[in-house]
Protein backbone atom coordinates (compact mmCIF):
# COMPACT_ATOMS: atom_id res chain seq x y z
CA UNK A 1 0.00 0.00 0.00
CA UNK A 2 1.18 3.38 -1.17
CA UNK A 3 0.01 6.80 0.87
CA UNK A 4 -0.07 10.31 -0.82
CA UNK A 5 0.80 12.79 1.38
CA UNK A 6 -0.35 16.39 0.33
CA UNK A 7 0.84 20.25 1.70
CA UNK A 8 0.48 23.51 0.67
CA UNK A 9 -3.28 24.21 0.54
CA UNK A 10 -4.95 27.41 2.12
CA UNK A 11 -6.29 30.25 1.19
CA UNK A 12 -5.46 33.55 -1.09
CA UNK A 13 -6.69 36.03 -2.91
CA UNK A 14 -7.97 36.11 -6.73
CA UNK A 15 -4.43 36.80 -8.67
CA UNK A 16 -2.25 35.65 -6.38
CA UNK A 17 -0.23 31.63 -6.54
CA UNK A 18 0.13 28.71 -4.31
CA UNK A 19 1.94 25.54 -4.27
CA UNK A 20 0.95 22.09 -3.54
CA UNK A 21 3.09 19.50 -3.10
CA UNK A 22 2.66 15.35 -3.05
CA UNK A 23 5.08 12.81 -1.77
CA UNK A 24 4.54 9.33 -1.69
CA UNK A 25 5.82 6.81 0.77
CA UNK A 26 7.26 4.46 -1.71
CA UNK A 27 10.05 4.69 -3.92
CA UNK A 28 8.71 2.24 -6.24
CA UNK A 29 8.33 3.46 -9.54
CA UNK A 30 5.37 5.45 -10.84
CA UNK A 31 3.51 5.48 -14.16
CA UNK A 32 2.63 9.07 -13.50
CA UNK A 33 1.55 11.47 -10.56
CA UNK A 34 -0.38 14.16 -10.78
CA UNK A 35 -3.72 16.41 -9.67
CA UNK A 36 -7.15 16.34 -9.67
CA UNK A 37 -9.79 18.78 -8.19
CA UNK A 38 -13.66 18.33 -6.55
CA UNK A 39 -15.78 20.93 -6.07
CA UNK A 40 -18.78 19.85 -3.35
CA UNK A 41 -21.20 18.52 -5.47
CA UNK A 42 -19.10 18.09 -8.61
CA UNK A 43 -17.16 15.52 -10.33
CA UNK A 44 -13.61 15.35 -9.25
CA UNK A 45 -12.12 16.76 -12.60
CA UNK A 46 -8.58 16.17 -13.70
CA UNK A 47 -6.20 19.29 -12.99
CA UNK A 48 -2.37 17.84 -14.53
CA UNK A 49 -0.52 14.90 -15.15
CA UNK A 50 3.27 14.42 -15.31
CA UNK A 51 3.91 10.77 -16.56
CA UNK A 52 7.33 8.98 -15.50
CA UNK A 53 9.00 10.12 -18.99
CA UNK A 54 8.30 13.47 -18.85
CA UNK A 55 4.96 14.01 -20.75
CA UNK A 56 2.84 16.55 -18.74
CA UNK A 57 -0.99 16.94 -19.39
CA UNK A 58 -2.95 19.84 -18.12
CA UNK A 59 -7.01 20.76 -18.13
CA UNK A 60 -7.75 23.70 -20.38
CA UNK A 61 -8.76 25.34 -17.51
CA UNK A 62 -4.90 25.65 -15.91
CA UNK A 63 -3.09 26.01 -19.29
CA UNK A 64 -0.75 28.89 -19.02
CA UNK A 65 -1.36 29.23 -14.86
CA UNK A 66 -0.43 25.91 -13.61
CA UNK A 67 2.51 23.90 -13.71
CA UNK A 68 3.03 20.63 -12.77
CA UNK A 69 6.65 19.40 -11.82
CA UNK A 70 8.45 16.77 -9.89
CA UNK A 71 9.78 17.05 -6.82
CA UNK A 72 13.98 16.59 -5.64
CA UNK A 73 13.01 13.15 -3.84
CA UNK A 74 11.86 10.54 -5.82
CA UNK A 75 7.60 10.08 -6.20
CA UNK A 76 7.36 13.71 -4.97
CA UNK A 77 5.37 16.01 -7.45
CA UNK A 78 4.55 19.82 -7.17
CA UNK A 79 1.78 22.07 -8.64
CA UNK A 80 2.55 25.91 -8.88
CA UNK A 81 -0.69 27.44 -9.67
CA UNK A 82 -0.40 31.25 -10.63
CA UNK A 83 -3.59 33.62 -11.30
CA UNK A 84 -6.18 32.16 -8.93
CA UNK A 85 -9.25 32.55 -9.37
CA UNK A 86 -12.48 31.73 -7.47
CA UNK A 87 -13.20 28.99 -10.16
CA UNK A 88 -10.19 27.41 -8.83
CA UNK A 89 -11.54 27.03 -5.02
CA UNK A 90 -11.76 23.14 -4.73
CA UNK A 91 -10.07 19.98 -2.80
CA UNK A 92 -7.30 19.36 -4.64
CA UNK A 93 -5.94 15.38 -4.53
CA UNK A 94 -2.96 14.16 -5.62
CA UNK A 95 -3.04 10.71 -7.69
CA UNK A 96 -0.66 8.12 -8.73
CA UNK A 97 -0.23 5.29 -10.51
CA UNK A 98 2.43 2.99 -9.28
CA UNK A 99 4.34 -0.13 -10.48
CA UNK A 100 4.28 -2.78 -7.98
CA UNK A 101 5.99 -5.09 -10.53
CA UNK A 102 3.39 -7.87 -10.56
CA UNK A 103 0.66 -5.27 -11.75
CA UNK A 104 -0.18 -1.14 -10.91
CA UNK A 105 -2.17 -0.04 -8.69
CA UNK A 106 -3.85 3.36 -8.22
CA UNK A 107 -3.66 5.60 -5.39
CA UNK A 108 -5.08 8.97 -3.48
CA UNK A 109 -4.11 11.49 -1.36
CA UNK A 110 -6.16 12.69 1.44
CA UNK A 111 -7.11 15.86 -0.36
CA UNK A 112 -5.63 19.94 0.72
CA UNK A 113 -8.32 22.55 0.15
CA UNK A 114 -7.46 25.61 -1.68
CA UNK A 115 -9.66 29.24 -1.12
CA UNK A 116 -9.58 31.57 -3.62
CA UNK A 117 -11.35 34.54 -2.53
CA UNK A 118 -11.36 37.90 -1.95
Known amino acids: QVQLVESGGGSVQPGGSLRLSCAAS???????MGWYRQVLGEQRELVATLFSGGRRNYAEFVKGRFTISRGSAKNTVSLQMESLTPEDTAVYYC?????????????WGQGTQVIVSS
Open 95 to 107: HAKMDHGVGFAEY
Open 26 to 32: SDIPNIY
